[in-house]
């Protein structure tokens, strides 16, 4: 795009201006159209980079903001993606500039931020009234990287998990502790369990009066009252008599157990007698 000078009913001053009242203020530097923005790059166990930005704002003395007014300024640096050049659209209409805008390194156009490259950078501006163009031009501004290298190292934590997932600590056979080193983006390094053991244990318990008898996998086990077993393996099927302890066939159809899941045997009374459950064992 082709900027124009186009004269205003808003009579712009025609007096020369000075490179030092044109161009962009950065938040924190005394000089007009000149700033340092910092980039920090990590080595060690976690390396990658944050790419830093800065605020910054138009202003223009000799066409200073007034109601109904907008600036757009476009990079047009050698070197950016030029479709469309980077460029930022603000309200110019309060103060002495602009609504303030981000500025980071780039090639291309993004939306968050307006984009600009390291050294030395040729922009263009158009100061428009109602739509209507009133001034332009262009200025340079120089942008230098402040780069910081530091040494990142995965941080390390411990947690008490259920070895399934799936399953609530507060029902879990199989707590162990979980030993994980990652980086900052999620990263996850490596992870360490403790007990270092794949089969995940499932545990069923009796805690009625009486001992109970009942098929596992197709295989005849028995519990006296208070004890409990401990089960290994991701497939178990277990069957059980709902209204007889001992001697009786399962009535149930077979129930497949959740691994690393406490279980329970729980008698409830019921009009004539009791039914036997087999339910969740909170700890």
Wanted: glycine share 8%; aromatic share 8%; with cysteine.
């Amino acid at each position: 795009m082709t900027f124009f000078l186009v004269s205003s009913t808003a009579q712009v001053s025609q007096q020369p201006q000075s490179s030092t009242d044109l161009g962009l203020e950065f938040v924190g530097s005394r000089e007009l159209n000149k700033a340092s923005i910092q980039e920090i790059e990590y080595d060690g166990e976690c390396p990658g980079k944050d790419s830093g930005s800065i605020k910054a704002w138009f202003t223009s003395s000799r066409t200073p903001p007034a109601l109904k007014r907008r600036v757009v300024v476009k990079n047009v640096t050698r070197g950016l993606e030029s479709d469309p050049y980077p460029y930022t659209d603000r309200e110019y209409q309060n103060g002495k500039s602009s609504e303030g805008t981000q500025i980071a390194f780039g090639t291309k156009h993004r939306g968050s931020n307006f984009v600009v490259m390291e050294g030395e950078n040729k922009f263009q501006y158009e100061i428009k009234e109602n739509h209507k163009v009133i001034d332009s031009g262009s200025f340079t501004a120089v942008i230098e990287k402040d780069l910081d290298v530091r040494r990142r190292n995965a941080m390390l934590t411990k947690n008490s998990i259920c070895f399934n997932s799936a399953v609530a600590l507060n029902v879990c056979a199989d707590i162990r502790t979980k030993t994980e080193y990652s980086c900052p983006n999620n990263k996850i390094l490596s992870s360490i369990f403790e007990p270092n053991n794949p089969e995940i244990s499932t545990i069923i318990s009796n805690q009625m009066f009486g001992e109970m008898v009942y098929l596992l996998n197709g295989k005849k086990h028995r519990l006296r009252s208070g004890e409990e077993k401990i089960y290994t393996g991701e497939y178990l099927n277990i069957q059980f008599n709902s209204t007889c302890r001992i001697g009786c066939s399962p009535t149930t159809p077979s129930q497949s157990l959740q691994p690393g899941k406490r279980y329970q045997f729980k008698s409830s009374p019921i009009s004539g007698g009791e039914i036997i459950q087999l339910v969740d064992f909170p700890r």
